[in-house]
């Protein structure tokens, strides 16, 4: 990369820089520590305020009421529970089905806008209309209105489920949900997950030697055969020593609904959905343009140096491209979290809904509900830009190597 | 964007140090109109007419405070709110009184800094199903699927009722009772569920109210009543008192058509019920004439009920124990004297 001279600011940037009180001496230090100080003041009188009032008022306050039972049922929770568990444990359902949609939002959301920005650059001229077509639809319609129309169209597309879709018998789509068959841990479980996991080390080392190898002595090795073999190998083996590791549990209709097999609920369904193709567009839009500031001559040393048009753009245009990329993805990844709170708008048991919902009203105990609410956004939103930031740093570090 | 303001108003009232005590009837008349927290709809109860007016039994109990203070029943400002936002708009300051269909509970009685001031509708928890299903009886709901209106004691019944009978279910929770009832009709659930007088007023909003019936079976008791905030207990009496002057009247046979009349009668109850003797409106804060105002511009509590409820209603409820203690029924105020 070129380096350019910095030039001296400019005389706005002055001018604002001495507005905004320039560099603090030694009366700038104190002033700090003073106005520090009074905001600390300012928060602490502000709690002690609301405690105060708050008994004075003889409202509940304070945070026992979490070991209280909860007393109602949620319709998806990826850890047991029931009516009888605490407010804490309905707290940590609703986080994991926040953080459940979160994560598989974010991942179709990447996938679908990586593909909507190529579809977008490539020369075919009805790909990148359709793609823009899609991009300008989705990007300029509400999140919510969105939500709401796929959990409409899931729902009345779908038959009950006496006329549910079945698929071998094993898969049945219905307005409760896809039925799927669950896989329940048998006595070869372990050895099958420790093969698994051993297969997967030793792929990686494989990658690794042949990495080492063309890059220490210019000689390529192939080694898709070994690892292949590595990843179906010790796992068959481990299921011929041990038995199988799980049986399948088969859905059956019993009374009004499935019984048996795990079941995707219609509003994770729609939610998900409507997150991910909402945020895809604008994230097309993101890698659209981080790939469109990569110089072209890149491209033209790329095929200079003899490599295809593929690996030019895997290896040299996109590891550029991420670099602008990043910071706005980030972004996009907050944003679908944070949105992942409509949900309550239908019916989805996530964070907002169970506890900030349910929870806060039966309890009444506003402040601190919300509290927590917003810290743990606060966390999940920080923990995001601290693994975006990491996989930058890693990329910047790979790229100066 | 509505839990935002509450947050805000909120910490609003947390920083003003005292501010929504003790003064409730002084506010409300330097305001000038008295702030009513209702349902976001739900027929008989509260919900507006495509002009925007409120009608229902809990919109009537806040008509009959403001004609009592202003003698003037419009002068009313309507806070529409969700199950799960009604406490917190109580607490913060933003309504005088909550009279929106809210079951008393110890609880809640207890916990939120506010008191129920009365019953004005003695409910219960009941099941709506489709016909089609041919469910006669709700201990046939194993495995069901049930929408709910999240924040409420229904939806606690629910866990109780079903774990009580060793059946399983699944629950589907909304915030609003809108979504929850289009949820039911679209199929999403078997089984909708709530106080029975909601089962008759949402089924009107079905397509079909027909092919759905409310099963036999009440769950749970559900005694609905006003609430105000704690620490002003003038306000609390005044609150109360206008349903029991409601349930009084209609006890001693005045009724809107006849309040005049009757104000003229040599009648001790009658004179003092309608303040010709005694100054027993005054000891509230009101006027002497207090019950008048209400009687005359809203109606007595038996009128109330067959206009937004009962027989003079769509929703055709039977008086059943919200009929007078001496007439079969549980309602019963204690006397003006």
Known sequence: ?401 | MKRVSLVLTLAAAALSAQAATAQTLKTIKDRGLLSCGVSQGLPGFSSPDDKGNWTGLDVDICRAIAAAVFNDPSKIKFVPLSAKDRFTALQSGEIDVLSRNTTWTISRDTSLGANFTGVTYYDGQGFLVKKSLKVKSALELNSASVCVQTGTTTEQNLADYFKGNNMKYEVIAFAGADETVKAYESGRCDVYTTDASGLYAQRLKLANPNDHEILPEIISKEPLGPMVRHGDDQWFDIVKWTLFAMLNAEEMGVTQKNVDEMAKSDKPDLKRLLGSDGNLGEQLGLTKDWVIRIVKQVGNYGESFDRNVGAGSKLLISRGLNNLWNKGGIQYAPPIR
């Open chain 1, 1 to 401: 990369m070129a380096i350019e001279a910095r030039s001296p600011p400019s005389q706005f940037v002055f001018r604002l820089r001495r507005a905004l009180g320039g560099r603090a001496g030694w009366n700038g230090v104190v002033f700090q520590i003073l106005f520090v100080a009074a905001l600390a003041w300012l928060a602490f009188e502000i709690v002690e305020n609301a405690r105060a009032n708050l008994a004075a008022q003889r409202i509940t306050s304070g945070f026992g009421f979490l070991t209280n039972n909860a007393g109602f049922d949620v319709s998806q929770a990826l850890i047991s529970y029931s009516g009888s568990d605490s407010y804490l444990r309905v707290f940590f359902v609703g986080l994991l089905n926040t953080l459940v949609v979160a994560v598989v939002g974010i991942f179709f959301a990447t996938i679908l806008g990586f593909m909507v920005a190529l579809g977008r650059l490539s020369p075919n001229w009805l790909l990148s209309r359709i793609a823009g077509g899609y991009v300008e639809l989705i990007r300029n319609l509400p999140p919510l209105f969105q939500i709401l129309f796929w959990y409409k169209a899931v729902l009345s597309a779908l038959p009950n489920p006496r006329q549910s879709y079945s698929f071998f018998d094993w898969f049945f789509l219905s307005n409760r949900g896809l039925v799927i068959p669950k896989a329940v841990g048998s006595a070869g479980l372990y050895p099958f997950l420790v093969a698994v996991a051993v297969a997967v080390v030793a792929a990686f080392l494989l990658r690794r030697h042949a990495r080492k190898e063309l890059f220490d002595k210019g000689r390529k090795v192939t080694i898709w055969p070994y690892v292949l073999g590595v990843l179906v190998g010790l796992p068959l083996m481990a299921m011929l020593i041990f038995g199988t590791p799980c049986t399948l549990e088969f859905p059956a209709l019993r009374g009004f609904n499935f019984a048996g097999g795990s079941r995707v609920i219609p509003e994770f369904v729609a939610l998900t959905l409507a997150l991910s193709t909402y945020t895809a567009a604008f994230i097309a839009e993101i890698v659209r343009a981080g790939i469109m500031s990569v110089h072209k001559g890149q491209m033209e040393a790329g095929s200079s140096l003899g490599l295809s048009r593929g690996q030019t753009l895997r290896l040299i245009v996109v590891p550029q491209a991420m670099r602008v990329i990043l910071p706005p993805l980030t972004n996009q990844y907050l944003n679908l979290t944070k949105n992942s709170s409509l949900a309550v708008a239908i019916g989805y048991p996530d964070l907002v809904s169970v506890f900030a919902g349910t929870a806060l009203s039966q309890t009444g105990q506003a402040i601190e509900i919300i509290s927590i609410t917003m810290g743990v956004y606060l966390l999940i939103s920080l923990i995001t830009s601290a693994i975006m930031s990491l996989y930058g740093w890693r990329l910047d570090r790979s790229m100066s190597r």
